[in-house]
């Protein structure tokens, strides 16, 4: 039998002054206008961005053996290749001043990080697609989303790096505090790609794929696994031209050592990452009102 | 009369048909809009057709409109124009306030996660913060009667529970708008009522609701004014029930078109068949002995004289048709059966039965007509098959089934509402007493 409800309790809502238009735009927008739509969306729509984390973290965890474990595990598992390859001598990475297991710990973490970030972004739009099409959160905020994940994680792996560090009977720097925000480029530099794919890929699929297939080859010019430097002058200058070096390098030098392998190289690099956010955000903006009835 | 809650003005969205080219003009659309060029949105390209097309009409707050039409019409489409999901091609639409939408009830449900945990999601997508949430939790609840199985995982309900858990979010959310697609005909009866009771107060404490919907009940009971749309327009902005009629009489066309391209295949030869089977016959093929043929047979319209295949409410009509006899047949009788669409031989014009006895004909070429003068169909799709039989002869002579079809329209005088199933029409006029006085 149903039960009997009264419903007498006062609405606890707040009215909010909204007015929404939605109209055909014949111009593009400008620039700075896409800048702060995104700002005022992402504000806007803060609440549901943390429920949309904590569904995704938890429903990702429920019905596992490991639980939670599983984010201390991954990482570990990770390194366990490169670690055997460098101690059966298959892998010369190059001489490095600090223990290979956490120079390849810190290094695979933060490309990671980054790949991890572009593919999140990128398909947030199609994952969500469900969200998209029933309900009206920003897109740009369902594209994001899981980014909050990626910070998780890289948090728990930095618990995971002190641990390897002390097994090594090794202190991290003072500036270790600086850690993350040292890793921060390059995961804005990825939610920058993402979010140019996310809009792009939902029209044509496999874009995400070819564009993570071809960063992966670049993984062998960035200073990841081995330190990549190389005999060859002109695999030398790619190297020295690539911005990633920098930002790999930055946090594994800073996290270990204390200091920044070269300041400039990561200023530049880290203002070219500024500028392809906002390229990503100034894209995204420009194509989304064509991607929800392609998805 | 409350603020206006939605303004929509020239409303339009295209679509590609097939994928592939949505593919290719998409990437066009992409490069042009990244070089900052003025898009080409609003001309259509081959293949391409408006889904939702020139739509204007206005809500205030306290108000409901209701959108009904075929499948395919553009309903959904323009809900998700509402909804802000799709961004228009052409016009613009200004929507007042936070908007709820239950364009399938559950939307963002997390198989994993219980349906506590789940209310907080689906409540933060409507716009609520997590602190609003915790104060209607105890509301919700109890509306959705889901008692412990709250925090039970999605995954496990019934469908009936996941659409009482997420249609009693959107409501308790108390939106300003709320856009709705076919969402009442869900749960059982009593949820049901609870439903349109809980839809009701919304309105009388001022939400704008925009329900689509193919129940003429729930239009009729929710709405006070109506769209029915067709092929992307709005053909019809108005009442309600002018709408019901208007999405009524569609349905009756598309049911004559459907039926029609059905036994189109064996009715195209149009000869006659000799000793043909039955399943010919039902399929719309002449068949007969050989004696007689009609060449013709149409409804025409008593005023004008002119071929129809569409009567309004109770017009008079003529039945036309076209005879020719080859051999002489004794006690002639004309027989033209009526069926509806669910129903087989509801009426039968006999000229034998009706009084009119016809006698002996000669052979030659005859155009009989029979004038009806008060039918009483109600408005729907009519399907007319004819036969030719002689008293003295136990088969027929020749039959033809489904020489004709028409859709009888609805009146405007009367909102014939009540069920769809029904065929004819009384007239009738109705009084009550009351039996005790006083108690």
């Given at each position: ?22 109209e ?36 990702g ?17 990770g ?28 290094g ?117 696994v081995?330190?990549?430097q ?66 | ?27 066009h ?57 799709y ?5 613009r ?8 939408a ?138 309600v ?7 009524d ?9 459907a ?38 047979f ?9 071929r129809?295949?569409?009567l ?62 008060d ?29 004709a ?35």
């Amino acid at each position: 039998m149903p039960k009997m409800v009264e419903i007498v309790s006062e609405p606890t809502i707040k009215r909010v002054e909204i007015i929404r238009t939605y109209e055909a735009v014949g111009t593009a927008q400008g620039p700075l206008r896409t800048l702060q739509l995104a700002g005022g969306e992402l504000y806007w729509s803060r609440h549901v961005l943390w429920h949309l984390f904590v569904r995704d973290f938890v429903a990702g965890f429920r019905q596992k053996l490991l639980g939670y474990l599983w984010i201390v595990l991954m990482p570990l598992t990770g390194i366990a290749s490169f670690v055997f390859m460098e101690m059966t001598g298959i892998l010369n990475p190059g001489s490095t001043e600090i223990p290979y297991p956490i120079f390849v710990f810190i290094g695979t973490t933060v490309w990671g990080t980054f790949v991890a970030a572009i593919t999140t972004v990128a398909s947030g739009l199609i994952n969500n697609a469900d969200l998209v099409m029933r309900t009206n959160i920003p897109k740009i905020g369902l594209a994001v989303t899981g980014l909050a994940s990626i910070a998780y994680n890289l948090l728990i792996n930095l618990a995971v790096l002190v641990l390897l560090m002390g097994l090594f009977g090794r202190l991290p720097s003072i500036w270790a505090i600086f850690y993350p925000l040292a890793v921060l480029p390059i995961v804005v530099l990825g939610a920058g790609v993402g979010l140019i794919l996310s809009v792009i890929g939902a029209v044509a699929r496999d874009l995400t794929s070819m564009l993570v297939t071809l960063i992966n080859l670049v993984m062998y010019i960035t200073p990841v696994v081995y330190t990549a430097q190389f005999s060859n002058p002109w695999l030398q200058l790619i190297v020295r031209w690539n911005p990633l070096t920098y930002l790999v390098d930055t946090p594994r030098a800073l996290f270990v050592a204390g200091r920044v392998p070269s300041p400039t190289g990561f200023a530049l690099s880290t203002s070219l990452v500024l500028f392809t956010l906002w390229g990503g955000i100034h894209a995204f903006y420009l194509i989304k009102d064509k991607v929800a009835e392609r998805l | 009369m409350g603020e206006r809650a939605i303004r929509a003005e020239g409303l339009s969205k295209k679509f590609g048909l097939t994928l592939r080219q949505s593919m290719k003009y998409g990437l066009h659309d992409v490069a042009r809009k990244l070089l900052g060029r003025r898009n080409g949105d609003d001309v259509l390209r081959t293949g391409e057709f408006w889904a939702v097309d020139d739509v204007n009409f206005e809500l205030r707050s306290g108000q409901a409109l209701g959108i009904m039409g075929v499948n395919g019409s553009g309903k959904t489409t323009l809900l998700r124009i509402l909804n802000g999901v799709y961004a228009p091609d052409r016009g613009r639409v200004q929507i007042r306030g936070r908007v709820g939408a239950l364009i399938a009830a559950g939307a963002g449900f997390a198989p994993m996660l219980s349906g506590r945990e789940n209310v907080y999601i689906n409540g933060s997508l409507l716009g609520l913060t997590t602190k609003e949430i915790k104060g209607l939790m105890d509301e919700i609840v109890a509306f959705s009667e889901l008692g412990d199985f709250i925090d039970l995982p999605v995954k496990n309900y019934s469908s009936g529970m996941y659409v009482r858990l997420g249609f009693a979010v959107a409501a308790l959310s108390r939106p300003d708008v709320l856009l709705m697609d076919e969402v009442l005909a869900v749960g059982d009866l009593n949820f049901q009522k609870k439903c349109f009771d809980q839809i009701l107060q919304l309105k009388r404490s001022g939400t704008a609701i925009v329900l689509v919907s193919h129940s003429p009940g729930a239009i009729w009971s929710v709405c006070d004014r109506g769209l029915f749309m067709d092929h992307g327009r709005a053909i019809v902005e108005g009442g309600v029930e002018d709408v019901v009629r208007a999405y009524d009489d569609q349905n009756s066309r598309n049911a004559v078109a459907a039926d029609q391209q059905f036994s189109q295949a064996a009715a195209n030869s149009g000869e006659l068949q000799l000793g043909a089977s039955i399943a010919e016959a039902q399929a719309g093929a002449k068949v007969g002995t050989g004696d007689v043929v009609c060449t013709d047979f149409r409804i025409v319209r008593s005023e004008s004289e002119a071929r129809v295949d569409e009567l309004d409410f109770r017009e008079p009509f003529f039945v036309e048709v076209d005879v020719t006899i080859m051999k002489p047949i004794d006690d002639f009788i004309l027989r033209v059966v009526a069926d509806a669409m669910h129903y087989r031989n509801i009426v039968t014009l006999d000229n034998y039965e009706q009084g009119c006895p016809i006698g002996r004909i000669e052979p030659g070429q005859y155009r009989f007509r029979i004038d009806v003068t008060d039918q009483n169909f109600r408005p729907g799709a009519y399907i007319f098959n004819v036969a030719v039989v002689s008293r003295k002869i136990g088969v027929h002579l020749f039959l033809w089934l489904k020489c004709a079809r028409i859709v009888v329209r609805n009146p405007r005088r009367y909102f014939l509402y009540s069920d769809p199933m029904a065929v004819v029409f009384f007239g009738a006029t109705y009084s009550h007493v009351r039996l005790e006085s006083s108690s």
